[in-house]
């Protein structure tokens, strides 16, 4: 019995966590959001956002290529993050 309390409890806390943490949705906004608006609606909770056409602007966009890139890198080594949870800026 207890053991059945321990596994709905456990189950109860996987769900909670999901629910807080780890959401399969993504809010979608046109364009960027006013500061303010951005930092309370999304920064203060945490939660993720796509922004469409936030970096249409960028010059990088336009001139950045594999190509561009070997040929300003050359054969300069460099560090890329991969994590299985998409978390690669928390790493120490």
Known sequence: ????????????????????CYSN???TLPGPPRPLE???EFVAT??????EGAF???PAL???SEG??????GD?????????DGRGDALA
């Open 76 to 84: 300069r080594e460099i560090s890329v993050e991969v994590t299985p």
């Open 68 to 73: 561009h890139l070997a040929r300003v890198l």
């Open 56 to 58: 249409a602007h960028w």
């Open 62 to 64: 336009g001139t950045w």
């Open 1 to 20: 019995m207890a053991d059945t309390a321990h596994a709905r409890a456990l189950a109860r806390l996987t769900r909670d966590l999901r629910e807080l």
């Open 25 to 27: 949705t993504c809010p």
């Open 38 to 40: 951005f930092y309370r």
């Open 46 to 51: 945490n939660t993720p956002v796509l922004v």
